[in-house]
């Protein structure tokens, strides 16, 4: 399957393949690939690819080469029997040019034309009969949101797999006025290419599958007809262009372009309105965070109230040996510390979800253009660094749509300040912790507006340190941001609920996985310890329980904590304890610090497990322990100024390994995550610092 970004290509992939689809990479490249299985009519089976989004023949981006390189039969994993190719309705002049140089290879080839009823709205007409003739390929009119069509569809495709439908045999340009003497030859050699494909090994035959021979001989041949690349590619689109407008006026009847402007148009002068458009940019992430904090308080509270309702159960009905230990403060413990935060998640993705399918996440790119060519980037760095809210690692992939090597870099190394829903666990349990539950003007959550702050201080900083690394970072290639708007439509609220559903899964099955061995090790460290210091802890709490008259309740208290300060994570702890009290910190947080290097929701299932280890009669929430944790002198753990001073830390620190290995395989060095770890520690230490300082 290929065709233009946003020609609704990915739409007609999930309708063919449903839930048989999975994502992997194209073999050595990090370009996602989406593959799928479907049935066609008479059970026949069929692998479906969908290629990265293009514009034309002629690639630029790296995603581009793969769909250019698997077309012209230049990937060894791709042989296609059939090409889909996804044409857009109401914008349908654009995405003829990439349609008819698919046909013009002379390979098996249907067109799936999308966006009909739009182009209806736009007061297009289309005779779809007509433009089959035209093109002299199978043309199918498709609704992927209706499931119209597909039926027709996949016939098509059975059909044409089984050359019931033959290429025709004119092209749409003159391929010989461009190289006349120089196609021949190549075709001389290579028999089985097209009069146009032959242009393309001419033009791009050093990044095709041939050998030492071969490419002498295309070189040579380039070589004695004085073959001009960029002006045969000129030529050509003139040519093309010209024909297709013929096709136009005998295939679609288009109206009068002084009629009055389209919905679209006219909202897009109220969202892209130079000062309003801004404030209600605002206004709807002030809206996104609010939900995010005000939606899934509930179904949290719930959540947390039956962890500690199970663990206190079990607790009191099993017998205290060492494995109801670890089942209720290794395994329960962490088990909380993932699910509790799944209908944030949940309500974050739908929501992003609902702003890319109706069509504004495009309209956010183009806002923000100014803004980030201040800082030496441009509005293609705006969609990775929206990803970074959900996740860096996809975000930082992403990255690679952006041509420009030097916007890319910084783009990369700015990334992981977003704040991904990893942190969203730490800024819930610290903003309950510190941050009264009260109401500006009686319906402005103060909770939710730190919330959105701790998500915009993220964005300043990125934008700063962006501006400050552009003068260092020399690479000087001009830079071109051209976006394609799509027009504005209704959310597909199954595609929503897929989303919100899958998201939660990957985070439980991810993440989970990394919290519940974390969890499991940390109880082991938490209730071991070096066998003399743990024997010593022993006789002494013994002998002050053996006095008269000792209160045996508090001393069990004590001695539980006098265990997990001499265990081998409280010495951990201890040991770093120097270095973070100037931060507010003590050596339980210590430990949560270090064990989220691995994963940031990790700090979760760290407190959840150290605050649990020798609790088990408590029957308190997570967050009431923590609350009513205090410091030798008697002051509390959690205040505000220790409670901010750590989410700037997480707001700002990269503790990321995942990150990290990503970072390195996209920019093929170690060389900048070293620099990416070191800038991003230093500068959420010196923030964090300069908070506590201010406010303790």
Request: net charge positive; proline share 4%.
């Amino acid at each position: 399957m290929v065709g233009n970004p946003n020609s609704g290509k990915s739409s007609i992939f999930n309708c063919l393949t449903g839930m048989r689809q999975k994502v992997g990479n194209f073999p050595g490249v990090t370009v996602d690939k989406k593959t799928g299985s479907t049935t066609l009519s008479n059970d026949t089976k069929a692998e479906v690819i969908d290629l990265p989004g293009t514009y034309s023949l002629y690639p630029r981006k790296m995603d581009e080469w793969v769909s250019y390189k698997a077309v012209l039969n230049q990937d060894k994993g791709i042989k296609a029997d059939v090409i889909v190719a996804v044409a857009d309705a109401s914008t349908l002049k654009r995405n003829l040019l990439f349609c008819t140089q698919i046909i013009d290879l002379k390979v098996p080839v249907v067109i799936a034309l999308t966006m009909m009823d739009l182009a209806a709205k736009k007061g297009i007409k289309i005779d779809v009969s007509e433009l089959e003739r035209e093109l002299g390929v199978p043309v199918v009119a498709v609704n992927p949101r209706k499931q119209k069509g597909i039926p027709q569809l996949k016939k098509a495709i059975e059909q044409t797999s089984q050359q019931l439908y033959q290429a025709p045999v004119r092209d749409f340009i003159d391929n010989r006025a461009l190289a006349p003497q120089a196609v021949d030859t190549i075709k001389a050699r290579f028999p089985e290419l097209s009069d146009y494909a032959a242009i393309h090994y001419l033009i791009n035959h050093e990044s095709f599958l041939l050998n030492k021979d071969e490419q002498s001989f295309v070189e040579k041949t380039e070589l004695d007809n004085n073959f001009n690349g960029t002006k045969a590619q000129a030529e050509e689109i003139l040519q093309r262009y010209s024909r297709i407008r013929r096709i136009m006026q005998v295939a679609v009847s288009e109206p009068d372009p002084l009629q009055r402007s389209l919905f679209t148009e006219k909202l897009d002068n109220v969202l892209l309105h130079r000062r309003w458009g801004y404030l209600i940019l605002l206004a709807v992430l002030f809206l996104l965070f609010q939900s995010v904090f005000w939606l899934a308080s509930f179904p949290m509270d719930w959540i947390d109230s039956g962890v500690t309702a199970l663990s206190h159960s079990l607790s009191s009905s099993l017998p205290d040996t060492r494995w109801t230990d670890l089942l209720v403060n290794g395994i329960i413990a962490g088990l909380g510390g993932i699910v509790m935060f799944v209908p944030q998640i949940m309500i974050l993705f739908g929501i992003i979800t609902l702003l890319e399918d109706t069509g504004y996440m495009a309209r956010i790119s183009f806002l923000t253009d100014r803004l980030m060519r201040s800082v030496g980037l441009n509005g293609k760095s705006v969609m990775p660094m929206i990803s970074g809210f959900a996740c860096a690692v996809p975000a930082i992939m992403s990255a690679r749509n952006i041509e420009n090597r030097k916007e890319r870099l910084l783009t990369i190394l700015i990334t992981p300040l977003m704040s991904c829903s990893a942190r969203l666990p730490v800024f819930t349990i610290l903003i309950g912790l510190v941050i009264p539950s009260t109401y500006l003007f009686g319906f402005l959550s103060l909770q939710g507006l730190v919330m959105m702050g701790l998500y915009l201080l993220g964005l300043v900083m990125a934008l700063i340190v962006s501006y400050v690394a552009k003068w260092f970072i020399r690479i000087k290639e001009k830079s071109f941001f051209i976006l394609e708007l799509p027009t504005y439509r209704a959310p597909r609220w199954n595609n929503i609920m897929q989303t919100m559903i899958s998201k939660p899964k990957i985070f439980v099955r991810d993440a989970g996985k990394v919290i519940m061995v974390i969890s499991l090790i940390l109880w082991a460290l938490s209730s071991f310890g070096p066998q003399k210091k743990m024997d010593a802890v022993s006789q002494h709490f013994a002998g002050l329980k053996s006095q008269p008259g000792a209160d045996t309740s508090l001393l069990d208290r004590q001695f539980a904590t006098a265990k997990l300060e001499n265990s081998y994570a409280g010495i951990m702890g201890k040991s770093i304890e120097p270095v973070i009290q100037p931060l507010g910190y003590d050596w339980k947080i210590g430990i949560a610090l270090i064990t989220s290097f691995a994963a940031r929701e990790v700090f979760v299932g760290t407190m959840a497990t150290l605050y649990s280890v020798g609790d088990e009669e408590s029957n308190l929430k997570l967050k009431e322990k923590m609350k009513t944790a205090t410091r030798p002198d008697g002051k509390p753990v959690f205040n505000l100024a220790s409670g901010v001073s750590l989410m700037i830390f997480y707001v700002l620190a990269m503790q990321c390994m995942s990150t990290l290995a990503v970072v390195r395989r996209e920019t093929r060095s170690w060389k900048w995550p070293v620099i990416q770890f070191a800038y991003m520690t230093i500068l959420a230490y010196v923030m964090s610092l300069i908070v506590y300082q201010l406010l303790k």
